[in-house]
């Protein structure tokens, strides 16, 4: 469970990034953190494992507080994963890589070599096990640095903006795959501007401005609201925007599944037939 | 006479063992916007090398096949003579700006032409009124949000005045309105100066109502080449994995369970929403 | 990265800003010339002094201060040398002699560091690659120079993100003996050269893609010209020039411990 107090947070540089941010993230749950760039989200889940520690407030993860604890100790329990693989990998081998982390914290061999083949099986890469992660794909390279993340098995998840540059294919199966995830257990916070990707997964989402979080619900209450997402500029998902110019036929305003909108515009076409 | 065109094109890097491109033959027309998607591998961004003459002069590797770009053989001809010609916007647009202010990286490609002065204040001025940037023409990069950047870099090619502009999947690292943004300075440049347009893009759902040509990809290959309706309405296209847009999905759907709509494959939710009004009045 | 933010130049108009960087580098040399041929401290004083009024028209007294700030451990040291070796040399004394000569040196050093940095704190770095590039160094070498400057903070904040990356996965960057230290920055440093290798190539990409040697005579956007300030300053320094050779050919400077009266 991760609890942020009133935490504000400002760079060296003395620009105040967190400006009072309060939210509570249950053990389990789904949330999306969205906004424009700069609106704070990557710095406030920089506080999640201890990155950051913030300038006032308190930030607990699972009851310990992080300005209290090292990165190094609160890392087992919140894995990281970090926008562009290319900023973590730099082992020979994708198993070496795998191993970094577990490494660090002092697992034994049989335990790592366990957890590696748990790890690439589980993210579809045991094939390139002794291959150099520099000459896989962007795709693959991605799904390394996942999996070197996921090998020890933390409790919360952080992922930012997971589907940068990635095809639909690629974006379809991190969904799944996050689902997955959520079914074991895990609590998972998502940084991202893809609308279409969390309007698919419907999680929480938590909206930020200028270092304030400005709205809190379901995916679904929030990304059809479009006053609230033009004051955060992002833009409504395909499916809200069809309701949205139909709004005169009195449809209900909450629909961002594309299986329920067609069940919605078939049965009003089918009545109007008769 | 079609302004780029590749006959039998087929394309591999130095150290690989087969083919990126393998036997692409296209046709593009002038003042066409045109969209080359496909699944990441798929060579699309491989193909929009040779147009400038990156492939095979900066990249070395064997080129086969023809291929015509404005009236020249871009395989012969060095980048740097195509690149007056054919306008290139990469990806991350952190790595193709080079100078310390924006007018200053908007005039590099005049300077390398060895422009004169004037004229080149006149072109630098123009190229960032088109993209709206005139206001931060003093501006550092580095003070500048990414979609900022991508549209220094998009003035920077026009100020070379090409007669085609090829975009590299340019809004990747962009939020959905900045994207949009840029989208939208692209389709003006089309419309208004009649550039010659080619995009690749995996979000066909905020591209595709701005294409009139699509060309898919997948392994190398062409899999489909025509007008966006006709090929987006294709089951197959699911099959390949290519992010078709939303609203063109759900019109699919609701064909298939014998709904009353009209037979243009909308392509965006206005379009499919229009529709849907049409039907219920 | 308080030390790449001196980096991020941004653009200040005032009267020293706008002087031509060519001018200011002769303005530079020849203060250091003149701080090397007198040996006494009052003209070195004078000439610190001098170049105050520089400073406030430029408006960049609080970067100036931390610059000198910054030079005062190089200047105490030079201090504590001269009077240590004076001290061992001649005979094992402490004398007014030796520390007038010690604080000399010092105040020569200081005035050069002062000098350098009026100049580089009003030169933007696209004015100084400019000044390059017109004054006849191959422009690859001014291409470089600006370029550097521009992605030196851009790499700066790379190396945070990966040190980031890798401390989430574990690495703790203080732990262990000193060797150990030093090991513990490998997984930062190959994801950082990976990183700039395949930047360099894309601007390289990018760089082709815009008619990089189209021909031999680049032209160039901005022109630098000298304008009213700059032969202001041309004056002045050429008046320092004059005052200064002709006091040291024909006036003699006295001492500090002369005026005071001590041996």
């Not at chain 2, 999947?169 to 962009?174: A, D, G, H, K, R």
């Amino acid at each position: 469970m991760i609890v942020v107090e009133d935490v504000r947070f400002s760079y060296p540089g003395g620009v105040e990034a967190l400006k009072g941010v309060s939210l509570t993230v249950k053990n389990g749950e789904f949330v999306a953190i969205m906004g424009q760039n700069g609106a704070g989200k990557t710095t406030l889940v920089k506080h999640f494992n201890g990155l950051l520690k913030p300038t006032s407030g308190v930030v607990r993860v699972n009851g310990v507080e992080t300005s209290r604890s090292s990165v190094a100790a609160l890392a087992r329990n919140v894995g990281f994963v970090f926008q562009n693989p290319d900023h973590q990998l730099f082992c020979e081998t994708v198993d070496d890589e795998i191993a970094f982390a577990l490494k660090n914290f002092g697992y034994e061999q049989t335990v790592i070599e366990k957890r590696i083949t748990w790890a690439v099986n589980l993210l579809g890469l045991s094939q390139y096990r002794k291959t150099s992660p520099f000459m896989l794909s962007g795709g693959e390279r991605k799904r390394v640095a996942l999996a070197s993340v996921l090998a020890w098995d933390p409790q919360i998840l952080v992922l930012d903006e997971p589907t940068i540059g990635q095809d639909h294919r690629q974006k379809e199966n991190l969904r799944q795959f996050i689902m997955q995830l959520q079914t074991q257990g895990k609590t998972i916070v998502m940084v991202t501007h893809d609308v279409e990707f969390v309007a698919e997964c419907n999680p929480r989402v938590v909206l930020m401005r200028e270092g304030k979080i400005m709205a809190d619900g379901q995916g679904k209450q929030i990304l059809t609201n479009s006053e609230l997402l033009e004051q955060a500029s992002i833009v409504l998902p395909q499916v809200a925007q069809i309701f949205k110019h139909l709004i005169t036929q009195g449809f209900p305003l909450n629909i961002i599944d594309i299986y329920e909108a067609k069940n919605l515009l078939m049965e009003k076409l089918e009545k109007n037939k008769t | 006479m079609p302004i780029i065109e590749t006959k039998n094109l087929s394309y591999t890097y130095p150290s690989a063992s087969r083919p990126s491109i393998q036997d692409i033959s296209i046709k593009v027309e002038k003042g066409e916007f045109v969209l080359i998607t496909g699944p990441s591998g798929c060579g699309k961004t491989t193909l929009c090398r040779t147009f400038n003459g990156l492939i095979p002069h900066f990249y070395q590797g064997e080129l086969k096949g023809e291929i015509t770009v404005a009236g020249k053989n871009a395989a012969k001809q060095p980048t740097m003579e195509m690149a007056k010609h054919v306008g290139m916007v990469f990806q991350n647009p952190e790595n193709q700006l080079f100078a310390l202010s924006v007018e200053k990286d908007v005039a590099f490609g005049l300077e390398n032409l060895g422009f004169d002065r004037k004229e080149m204040r006149e072109r630098v001025n123009w190229a960032l009124k088109l993209t709206g940037i005139y206001d931060l023409r003093e501006r550092s990069p580095h003070e500048m949000s990414g979609g900022q950047q991508q549209r220094v870099a998009i003035a920077a090619v026009l100020a070379m005045q090409p007669e085609i502009i090829v975009l590299d999947e340019p809004t990747s690292f962009l939020d959905p309105l900045s994207a949009e943004k840029i989208f939208e300075v692209i389709y003006d440049l089309n419309q208004k100066l009649g550039l010659t347009v080619v995009l690749v893009e995996h979000r066909l759902d905020l591209t595709a109502k701005y294409a009139n040509h699509i060309i898919i990809m997948d392994e190398g290959k062409i899999c489909f080449d025509g007008k966006p309706r006709e090929v987006l309405s294709k089951q197959e296209t699911r099959l390949i994995g290519v992010g078709i847009p939303k609203a063109t999905l759900l019109y699919e759907m609701l064909k298939k369970e014998g709904a009353k709509l009209g037979n243009t494959t909308p392509l965006c939710s206005k379009e499919l929403a229009d529709m849907v009004q049409e039907a219920l009045k | 990265m308080s030390v790449f933010d001196g980096l991020k130049f941004r653009k200040v108009y005032s009267p020293i800003h706008n002087l031509d960087p060519r001018m200011k580098f002769i303005y530079v040399i020849i203060i250091f010339a003149v701080a090397i041929i007198f040996n006494t401290i009052i003209p070195l004083l004078t000439l610190f002094l001098m170049q105050v009024p520089f400073v406030m028209l430029a408006r960049v007294q609080k970067q100036w201060l931390r610059s000198l700030r910054g030079a005062m451990f190089l200047a105490s040291f030079i201090f504590f040398i001269n009077i240590a070796t004076n001290f061992f040399t001649q005979g094992y004394t402490l004398n007014a002699k030796n520390i007038e000569d010690a604080a000399t040196m010092t105040t020569r050093f200081l005035v050069l560091v002062e000098s350098f940095s009026v100049f580089f704190l009003t030169t933007s770095p696209d004015h100084l690659g400019l000044a390059l590039e017109q004054t006849k160094v191959p422009y690859e070498f001014s291409f470089a120079f600006t370029t550097a400057v521009r992605f030196v903070p851009v790499l700066a904040e790379e190396a945070q993100t990966i040190m980031d990356a890798q401390k989430a996965r574990g690495l703790e960057l203080e732990k262990g003996n000193f060797l150990k230290r030093i090991r513990n920055y490998v997984p930062v440093l190959i994801p950082l050269i990976v990183s700039a290798i395949r930047r360099s190539l894309e601007l390289a990409e990018a760089m082709e893609a815009r008619a990089w040697g189209a021909t031999k005579k680049r032209t160039n956007l901005y022109a630098l010209k000298f304008n009213k300030g700059d032969y202001v300053l041309l004056a002045l320094t050429t008046g320092v020039l004059i005052v200064a050779v002709y006091t040291v050919l024909y006036v003699p400077v006295p001492t500090i411990r002369a005026l005071l009266g001590v041996p």
